[in-house]
């Protein structure tokens, strides 16, 4: 699996509302802080790549931004606490926009 097919699996089913709505009512965020770590390990493997689009400088920062923002949000599970979650994971998606979505089209 791609890293990108990756990105968008955890982002988008493992990482989804159900899910989150789930780890709040049964008190497990176990699963949750696994998958950001998962996102995090394949934000990180990215940093061999040569982007297709923009600078390898704009496309690590990215990537490094991610990474932090996976980070909190899996210390958002350790306390859990779901707003803080919430925003973490806002902020992944939005830095997923700006590079794949957004800043990097032709």
């Not at 780890?23 to 699963?31: E, I, R, S, V, Y």
């Not at 995090?40 to 390898?56: F, I, N, Q, W």
């Not at 306390?79 to 979650?85: G, P, Q, R, V």
């Not at 925003?87 to 800043?103: A, V």
Request: aromatic share 6%; charged share 30%.
């Amino acid at each position: 699996m791609n890293a990108m097919h990756s990105f968008k699996k955890i982002i988008n089913r493992e990482l989804s509302d159900s899910t989150l709505s789930m780890a709040k009512k049964n008190g497990d965020f176990f699963h949750i802080a696994e998958q950001l770590m998962e996102l995090a390990k394949t934000m990180k493997s990215l940093e061999v790549v040569t982007p297709p689009l923009g600078s390898k400088d704009d496309w690590d920062s990215i990537h490094g931004k991610i990474i932090e923002a996976a980070f909190q949000g899996i210390g958002a599970c350790g306390a859990e606490d779901i707003e803080k979650l919430k925003s973490s994971l806002n902020e992944i998606k939005q830095l997923e926009y700006k590079g794949h979505g957004g800043g990097f089209k032709k």
